[in-house]
């Protein structure tokens, strides 16, 4: 049944794509050769910063056990302002500042929906906290998915590092235990974001590295959906192609953790806790005080199941 709906998937996204694609193409034209009759007034019209910077950099994914495999890709990320460029994101601005305890803007990384089709493993909201009229990066809501299940998961983190217990099932080569360190810090002319996974038996034997740089602003929104024009198929490509190259290279293929753990989610929150008690024990012992963000007893964390017929 799930390889029937993963063949039927493909084929409803091919042709909704080539339709939406078709579409993009002729509005693109029309906007051309009728500039004025295609303006209208927008967030992208307004004065001041734009609400979408877009970023172009590489992915780079170095996997050295059980055996190495290590590739990278380009792609293009979009930065957004949520207070000011309207998107269809989980979260919005007041609730992302609700989850984070912040007061400030939020910006949204992520890759934007393309002519119908979708494909995000990493978004990163960064919510600012205004205090004494100075604006900071106070807390990070990553928001992982995995493929091709599309479960999600969202969960609190601090900006500059951070240690997470894995709370989701994000390839059929990796199995559940260990810790993603999350190192990402301030957006700017520059963009990075570092995982590295700790396993108790492998060690530090996965990083997943995101470098990239901003090259200009979108003016309209027809101009952002042409510059990630099939970008999110082009992640999935990647996807499917290196889990391809990792079962040729015999590496154990791994069933999802609720048929063996039922509970795994529950598994994953104690293990968090007790990473978040140990953390908040290490900043007591250095700094003698926690500050505001360092209290937290217990992380913020919010699954979304995956639809038929994964569930």
Same mark, same amino acid.
């Given at each position: 049944m799930?390889?029937l709906y993963l063949l039927?998937?493909?084929a409803?996204t091919?042709?909704?794509?080539?339709?939406?694609? @078709?579409?993009l193409?002729?509005?693109?034209l029309?906007?051309?050769?009728?500039p004025?009759?295609?303006? &209208?007034?927008?967030?992208?019209?307004?004065?001041?910063?734009?609400?979408?910077?877009?970023?172009?950099?590489?992915? !780079?994914?170095? !996997?050295r *056990?059980? $055996?190495l495999h290590?590739?990278?890709?380009?792609v293009?990320y979009? #930065?957004?302002?949520l207070d000011?460029?309207?998107h269809c994101s989980d979260l919005?601005a007041d609730?992302?500042r609700s989850?984070?305890?912040?007061n400030?803007p939020?910006?949204?990384? &992520?890759?934007?929906?393309?002519v119908?089709?979708? /494909?995000?493993?990493l978004s990163i909201?960064?919510?600012y906290?205004?205090?004494?009229?100075?604006?900071? @990066?106070n807390?990070c809501?990553?928001?992982v998915t =995995?493929?091709?299940?599309g479960? *999600?998961v /969202?969960? $609190?983190? #601090?900006?500059?590092?951070?240690?997470?217990?894995?709370?989701l099932? $994000?390839?059929?080569?990796?199995?559940? #235990?260990g810790?993603?360190?999350? =190192?990402?810090?301030?957006?700017?002319?520059? @963009?990075?974001v570092?995982?590295s996974?700790?396993h108790? &038996?492998?060690?530090?034997y996965?990083t997943?590295?995101?470098h990239a740089?901003?090259i =200009?602003s979108?003016?309209?929104?027809?101009?952002?959906e042409?510059?990630?024009? @099939?970008?999110?198929h082009k992640v999935a490509i990647?996807?499917?192609w /290196?889990?391809?190259? #990792?079962?040729m290279?015999n $590496?154990?293929?791994?069933?999802?953790?609720?048929?063996?753990?039922?509970?795994? *989610?529950?598994?994953?929150?104690i293990?968090? /806790?007790n990473?978040?008690?140990?953390? =908040?024990?290490v900043?007591?012992?250095?700094?003698?005080?926690k500050?505001?963000?360092h209290?937290?007893?217990?992380?913020?964390?919010?699954?979304?199941?995956?639809k038929?017929?994964?569930?």
């Amino acid at each position: 049944m799930e390889a029937l709906y993963l063949l039927f998937s493909i084929a409803s996204t091919t042709l909704t794509s080539t339709f939406l694609s @078709l579409s993009l193409f002729l509005r693109s034209l029309f906007s051309r050769v009728f500039p004025h009759w295609s303006q &209208t007034s927008s967030a992208y019209d307004e004065p001041g910063p734009p609400p979408v910077r877009v970023y172009e950099g590489r992915v !780079r994914h170095v !996997r050295r *056990r059980p $055996v190495l495999h290590e590739f990278e890709y380009p792609v293009r990320y979009a #930065l957004i302002d949520l207070d000011r460029a309207p998107h269809c994101s989980d979260l919005s601005a007041d609730a992302a500042r609700s989850v984070a305890g912040t007061n400030g803007p939020v910006f949204l990384l &992520t890759i934007p929906k393309s002519v119908g089709y979708e /494909q995000n493993p990493l978004s990163i909201y960064y919510c600012y906290h205004i205090e004494q009229g100075k604006v900071h @990066l106070n807390k990070c809501i990553a928001e992982v998915t =995995n493929t091709p299940w599309g479960e *999600r998961v /969202q969960f $609190v983190f #601090l900006p500059g590092s951070d240690l997470v217990a894995k709370p989701l099932h $994000v390839s059929p080569f990796m199995d559940m #235990l260990g810790n993603w360190r999350i =190192n990402a810090v301030e957006p700017s002319e520059k @963009l990075s974001v570092v995982i590295s996974v700790h396993h108790p &038996t492998h060690g530090d034997y996965f990083t997943a590295i995101l470098h990239a740089q901003e090259i =200009n602003s979108v003016k309209s929104l027809i101009s952002m959906e042409n510059y990630f024009w @099939l970008m999110p198929h082009k992640v999935a490509i990647w996807i499917y192609w /290196q889990a391809l190259r #990792l079962w040729m290279k015999n $590496v154990k293929f791994l069933d999802h953790p609720k048929f063996l753990c039922p509970k795994y *989610r529950d598994e994953a929150l104690i293990r968090d /806790q007790n990473l978040m008690e140990k953390r =908040n024990t290490v900043i007591l012992e250095c700094d003698g005080e926690k500050s505001p963000r360092h209290d937290e007893k217990q992380r913020w964390c919010v699954w979304t199941d995956a639809k038929w017929p994964w569930s």
